[in-house]
């Protein structure tokens, strides 16, 4: 009966994947942000640029309004059902955001009374738990009563009283003031750089903050609730005695960050980006990074622009070009079996981007899923692969440029059989899935954007909210376009930027959006997906702001009139 199917929410599909595949996923949810100096504008105005890369798939995840109220004056999108701008700007400054990275969690191990196992050791003295009684319904089956232990305010997540062990999670979330929607609040109020610097304090989630004003001022400032790590880095448990608890949170002041950087323009897209002579020893931040591949080409275009233009700002949002492909093409062996030379020709007449109508891309996608696991089998002992299922883009194509015997005692000849070996399969998958003419081949065709209710499966909930589809898309994860996808569930795009937002700071009547699939969720609503096929074209839209822009444009009035 499909009514007792599982809900196919997206954390019930997680769950079942394995943990590098999840690890894969959530990393490939990044974002891209840049902002342009008026030195560098082709505008004489700074410009801000921003496409937060979130899931696509389901409803939109961001929702696009505009605040206006004496003291506030703040329009972009919005987390549906929350208060509050993440991406936009005001009357003075623009503001956008890319995921960074913070070690924002640990784990204690404390020491338990044998005698009394609800007390721990801690700062030379036995503590008792604080403990509270829940109660658990559940289905068909009686009351479940459970016991909540905490430690200093942390969760007791595992214990075992036989060995005096407790394990304590802590977790940056939990602390006093850890609140995003006053934060949220509180950037959308700040008039300028210092005000918004005192909205940071209360900032918990991992962020790369743009910003750009009408004073022709940029800036980026890392924020997020970094805790100070006294006696350990974060990487293994820490003793619970106390003498490795946290010791507060790292103050905003002393993040990394840039005000009006020299080069005239700064970029994130959640790689390593953590200033060279910045006192890392000290202050740890994380180990954990994205693949710099968005940035790297990012930045490759930026400084080949003296004069950078909004719409060259909306071109970037909507580059395909692949480096990894590239990488890939520059490793292509000269001498190959016959059966592997036709993969390798059209790879090389390639020029690396990934276009929907590529056919050329649709083979790249097919052969280097090939290469990661012929290379992971490679250079992962057998007796460790049930814990190391897949292998990191980046390093896996810096190895292969500079082979070593972890390839076998002839590195070279065992990378290039490597390649052989992934281009044969390439090639055959692409057959199987594109036809046999290499020219109708068309990656689009397998990188389709399907957008359904979470509830779809269940047929009254599919027939009032009708699928969006059949749209085609370039790109993957690994492109400035992020149009990932997850190879073991398929080709069909599951996320990227469904909200994308060009600002011409002080000249905000200039600036550009788009919001897949539109502005309503309502099916019944001409808005429900007027933007699909927009966005599927890249057809930036206008971001009327001002009063006059406003009242010119404005499609439809709905007051709301105490009585």
């Not at 942390?154 to 060995?163: E, G, L, N």
């Not at 959640?270 to 968005?294: C, E, H, M, T």
Request: proline content about 8%.
């Amino acid at each position: 009966d499909p009514a007792n199917r599982p809900v196919p929410f997206d954390t019930i599909q997680e769950a079942s994947l394995d943990r590098a595949e999840r690890r894969a996923d959530r990393f490939a949810q990044g974002s891209n942000a840049w902002t342009i100096a008026a030195s560098r504008s082709a505008t004489g105005r700074p410009i801000l640029a921003n496409d937060p890369h979130l899931g696509i798939g389901g409803n939109s995840p961001r929702h696009m309004i505009h605040l206006t109220a004496p003291g506030l004056d703040v329009i972009g999108a919005g987390a549906p059902g929350l208060p509050g701008i993440m991406q936009g700007h005001t009357e003075r400054f623009a503001f956008g955001r890319t995921n960074f990275h913070i070690d924002q969690t640990d784990l204690f191990i404390l020491r338990t009374d044998k005698d009394d196992p609800e007390r721990y050791w801690h700062k030379g003295q036995w503590k008792r738990f604080e403990t509270f009684e829940d109660e658990i319904a559940v289905k068909d089956g009686p009351m479940q009563r459970v016991t909540l232990r905490y430690a200093q305010g942390r969760p007791i997540v595992a214990q075992d009283a036989k060995k005096q062990r407790a394990s304590a999670f802590a977790t940056v979330s939990m602390l006093p003031g850890a609140n995003m929607r006053f934060a949220i609040i509180a950037i959308n109020l700040a008039k300028d750089w210092p005000t918004l610097r005192r909205a940071f304090r209360i900032h918990t989630s991992p962020t790369n903050f743009h910003y750009a004003d009408v004073d022709g001022n940029t800036g980026w400032q890392t924020i997020g609730f970094t805790p100070m790590r006294p006696k350990h880095d974060g990487l293994f448990p820490a003793p619970g005695d106390g003498d490795f608890d946290w010791t507060g949170i790292l103050p905003v002041e002393e993040m990394p960050s840039v005000h009006n950087p020299k080069e005239g323009w700064f970029a994130s897209a959640n790689q390593l980006n953590i200033p060279a002579d910045y006192p890392y020893g000290k202050k740890v931040i994380s180990f954990d990074w994205s693949d710099p591949f968005r940035y790297d080409r990012i930045a490759e275009v930026l400084r080949s622009q003296p004069k950078h233009r909004i719409e060259d700002s909306i071109a970037l949002q909507h580059d395909v070009q692949s480096l990894p492909a590239r990488a890939l093409v520059k490793l292509l062996p000269d001498k190959l079996l016959p059966e592997a030379q036709p993969a390798a020709a059209l790879l090389k007449r390639w020029d690396c981007g990934l276009e929907a109508d590529s056919g050329a891309a649709l083979l790249y996608e097919m052969v280097m899923p090939e290469l990661q696991s012929g290379f992971r089998d490679l250079v992962v002992p057998a007796a460790a692969r049930e814990y190391i299922p897949s292998v990191n883009l980046f390093e896996m194509l810096r190895i292969l440029a500079a082979p070593d015997t972890r390839l076998g005692p002839v590195p070279d000849l065992a990378r290039d059989a490597l390649i052989e070996r992934s281009l044969i399969a390439g090639w055959n998958k692409a057959v199987e899935l594109g036809g046999a003419d290499p020219a109708q081949w068309r990656w689009g065709d397998l990188h389709r954007v399907t957008l359904a209710h979470p509830l779809s499966s269940l047929p009254g909930v599919a027939a009032a909210f009708p699928k969006i589809e059949g749209g085609r898309s370039g790109g993957d994860g690994f492109t400035p376009m992020a149009r990932g996808f997850n190879s073991k569930r398929g080709y069909q795009v599951s996320h990227g930027a469904s909200y994308l937002l060009v600002a011409d700071v002080g000249a905000w009547d200039n600036s550009r959006f788009l919001l897949l699939p539109g502005q309503s969720a309502d099916p019944r609503s001409p808005r429900y997906r007027d933007f699909y096929p927009r966005w599927l074209a890249g057809e930036m839209q206008p971001l009327w702001f001002s009063r006059a822009a406003v009242e010119q444009h404005a499609a439809d009035r709905v007051e709301i009139i105490p009585a």
